[in-house]
């Protein structure tokens, strides 16, 4: 029986984050090179948006290229960004009968020509689904972001007073509610420089499964681990 019918539907996180991590490790264990990993990686992408969707999620934000990932080998950066630019081609039909929204943090313009031409292109087309926002962090890294907020309230000669609500504002995720759940796959447990401020009263979920094989019933099992939690934001509870 799938562990679907074991959610309360009452307590779905409004916003999933997820570090897909694992794929090179997983390809490598089956004798494959790294990027056959990444075009497996992308079915789970397909798969558990598909299941957010389904069952309510209203942001998922994935980590799908950070600033450090430059440095990896040209072939894998480039694979990479060929993978982005095929997936979104392949899927925006899906996306748009889905009813859902594709968006992006991070420094996008500074991908190539052909990936940010692509991604501009889905979030036009998408911008009015409401169902669902799939945020794909590309160029992103929280450090980045954190330093750009500070930047641009620098730079804003009304801002007089900076407390928490300003400084959110000025984040690439303002108009995002504060993950509820954070899932890294493939047993690293850190954050890798993601959403940094953002994660700050954030359940994390951390499983040995690699991301390729991360599907429909894992992401419930990390729902589940979710929905046991108690969440006190700092406070008691009587
Ligand atoms: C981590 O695995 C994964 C990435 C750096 C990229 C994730 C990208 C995809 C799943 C495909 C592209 C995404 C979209 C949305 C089209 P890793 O390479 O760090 O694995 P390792 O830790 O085993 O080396």
């Known amino acids: 029986m799938s562990l679907y019918s074991k959610l309360d539907q009452t ?17 490598k264990s089956k004798g494959m090179p790294r990027v056959y990993g990444h075009r497996e990686g992308v079915k789970r ?9 389904k069952i309510g999620v209203k942001y998922l934000t994935l980590y799908a290229f950070s600033t450090e990932n430059w440095s990896r080998p040209a072939y894998e950066v480039n694979a990479l960004m060929s993978l982005l630019v095929s997936t979104i081609d392949k899927e925006l039909k899906t996306l748009m009968k889905n009813n859902v929204r594709l968006e992006t943090i991070g420094d996008i313009e500074k991908l190539p020509e052909k990936s940010y031409k692509s991604l501009l292109k889905g979030k036009d087309l998408t911008k009015n689904n409401d169902r669902m ?19 641009k309230i620098k730079n804003n000669a009304d801002i007089e ?13 303002a108009s995002y509610p504060d993950p509820d ?20 009263y954030s359940e994390l979920y951390f499983t040995d499964v690699k991301w390729p094989d991360f599907k429909e019933e894992n992401f419930y099992e990390a729902l589940l681990d979710f929905q046991n939690r108690d969440r006190r934001f700092g406070n008691v509870k009587e």
Do not use: Q
Not at 45 to 53: G, K, N
Not at 185 to 190: A, D, K, L
């Open 133 to 151: 926002a799939l945020v794909l962090a590309l160029n992103y890294s929280g450090r980045w972001d954190i330093l750009n907020a500070l930047k």
């Open 11 to 27: 307590k779905i996180p409004e916003h999933v984050a997820v570090i897909m991590d694992g794929n090179g490790r997983w390809a």
């Open 45 to 53: 992408v397909r798969e558990i948006t598909e299941v957010c969707a």
């Open 181 to 200: 759940l954070l899932i890294r796959t493939s047993g690293e447990i850190r954050l890798s420089n993601y959403l940094l401020w953002e994660l700050a």
């Open 161 to 173: 007073i900076i407390d928490s609500e300003i400084f959110s504002n000025s984040l690439s995720t």
